[in-house]
């Protein structure tokens, strides 16, 4: 039986030759495979002639992966051009189960016990040259323990995702929101920190939690502890296969002739060459996996972070709050979408013609109905003001300023003793000003009407 897809997937289990029964042989062996990628993945089945010199190709049956279905199948043998030799077929049993364990797909549920695979990894084949097959050698042990930390790391992650009732395709975003809802609704205070330490994120509890939030994290620290081993190991690991991969590209050059020298040829040669080839594959394969599961662990601890800030839960997050204030909503002309309306209001009088004029500008339309009332009050001030001035000998000159800025008003009264010669034109002067305490009516008329509208507007 022959894997073939990715490198991490590439894989090879032989039966054992079933002696003087060519018409009807019985294997009776079963073989067990860790598929990563099963959409790319192909099945062989082949059948070969047992011979002292090379084995004679008797048929052959492939298969997609994903086309397998579980159970009791016939694979009805096909030749090397692809004709078929029935009624030579295979009887076999299929069995596919994921890593969580159980059978279809949609019996893989959270509580089906997982299986432990005893397949360390990928075989290497044998070359036939003892210096080459002994610099293949020395990639095993880094194989073995490179699978094993990927295999812990995979099972503690599974087992974290499971603590906060979740499947094992959801992210890690999602566990540590499951765990800050948690904390937040224990009966006793709870506060979660997550701090970074050197690429692992350490999640710190403080309080009284409750017992599943306390599983919780001790999954946790576990899913930690073993992305850190792994971490801490990738440099050795890594540079030990490299090593291996580099030693065997540098014999690569002398391999025909170290082939030559073991008196290999024929198919036995082509057979050598194909293992060399197939060792090569695997050793680029299991460094790419390697490479893969670093920045895999990177990837998930980014996300506990990024998690944990838009929780509240970092010190980067607490001090980014403390140093927000409130946002200031004082009246200014100049903020944007600002509302408020002023208007200015001058009442003057003036030396050069003695009379009092009034002077309107308005810069926006409306005015707010306060501000109506402030021109009221003022004007009731300047009648006032004016009749006292009837019963003294000197003429008062009002000057009186009513400006608008946000929404408020303010009044300047300024008063002016006249000379004596003035004081014969008071009589005209009182009337002068009730007139223009006429035109200051519709003012305020013009001024409510303006507020109104401007009321209707908001």
């Known amino acids: 039986m022959e894997i073939f897809g990715i490198p991490a997937d590439c894989a090879e289990e032989r039966t054992k030759t079933v002696p003087h029964n060519g018409h009807h042989p019985i294997f009776d062996e079963s073989f067990e495979f860790t598929v990563n990628l099963p959409e790319q993945a192909l099945v062989r089945f082949v059948v070969l002639d047992d011979e002292y010199i090379g084995d004679e190709f008797i048929g052959q049956y492939t298969i997609p992966f994903e086309c397998l279905q579980p159970g009791y199948r016939h694979f009805t043998l096909l030749s090397n051009t692809g004709e078929s030799l029935a009624p030579a077929s295979l009887f076999i049993h299929v069995a596919i189960t994921n890593k969580r364990g159980g059978g279809k797909p949609s019996k893989r549920g959270m509580s089906v016990k997982r299986m432990r695979n005893?397949?360390?990894?990928?075989?290497?084949?044998?070359?036939?040259?003892?210096?080459?097959?002994?610099?293949?050698?020395?990639?095993?042990t880094p194989f073995r323990e490179s699978f094993e930390l990927r295999d812990k790391v995979q099972s503690a992650v599974r087992a974290f995702k499971e603590s906060c009732g979740l499947a094992s395709i959801a992210n890690l975003k999602q566990c540590i929101r499951v765990l800050s809802s948690r904390?937040?609704?224990?009966?006793?205070?709870?506060?979660?920190?997550l701090r970074w330490n050197?690429?692992?994120?350490?999640?710190?509890?403080?309080?009284?939690?409750?017992?599943?939030?306390?599983?919780?994290?001790?999954?946790?620290?576990l899913f930690a502890d073993e992305c850190t081993v792994l971490l801490d190991r990738y440099d050795g690991l890594h540079d030990a296969i490299e090593g291996v991969h580099r030693g065997a590209m540098e014999l690569y050059e002398s391999l025909s002739a170290l082939l030559q020298k073991e008196g290999l040829k024929g198919k036995k040669l082509a057979k050598s060459t194909e293992g060399f080839?197939?060792?090569?594959?695997?050793?680029?394969?299991?460094?790419?996996?390697?490479?893969?599961?670093?920045?895999?662990?990177?990837?998930?601890?980014?996300?506990?972070?990024?998690?944990?800030t838009a929780l509240g839960l970092t010190e980067e997050a607490a001090s980014r709050a403390s140093q927000e204030t409130p946002q200031d909503y004082s009246d200014n002309e100049d903020s944007e979408g600002s509302r408020e309306q002023d208007a200015d209001v001058t009442l003057t009088?003036?030396?050069?013609?003695?009379?009092?004029?009034?002077?309107?500008?308005?810069?926006?339309?409306?005015?707010?109905?306060?501000?109506?009332?402030?021109?009221?009050?003022?004007i009731s001030d300047i009648s006032r003001k004016t009749s006292a001035s009837n019963d003294t000998d000197d003429a008062v000159f009002l000057e009186t300023v009513l400006e608008g800025?946000?929404?408020?008003?303010?009044?300047?009264?300024?008063?002016e003793t006249i000379s004596e010669e003035d004081c014969g034109r008071k009589d005209e002067e009182k009337t002068k000003v009730n007139n223009n305490l006429d035109s200051v009516d519709t003012e305020l008329l013009e001024a409510r009407l303006a507020a109104a509208d401007f009321s209707t507007d908001i």
């Open 118 to 140: 005893s397949k360390k990894g990928v075989k290497l084949r044998t070359v036939g040259v003892k210096a080459i097959d002994e610099n293949f050698k020395n990639a095993i």
């Open 183 to 193: 904390a937040v609704a224990a009966t006793e205070p709870v506060q979660l920190k």
């Open 198 to 221: 050197e690429q692992i994120v350490i999640l710190e509890m403080e309080g009284g939690p409750p017992e599943i939030l306390r599983k919780s994290m001790t999954a946790f620290e």
């Open 277 to 308: 080839a197939w060792n090569i594959r695997v050793l680029k394969g299991q460094m790419d996996i390697l490479s893969h599961a670093r920045k895999e662990i990177i990837d998930w601890m980014t996300q506990v972070y990024d998690a944990g």
């Open 349 to 378: 009088r003036t030396k050069e013609n003695g009379a009092l004029t009034t002077h309107s500008k308005s810069n926006h339309v409306g005015r707010t109905m306060s501000d109506v009332s402030s021109v009221t009050s003022d």
């Open 405 to 415: 800025d946000g929404g408020t008003m303010q009044t300047n009264s300024t008063v």
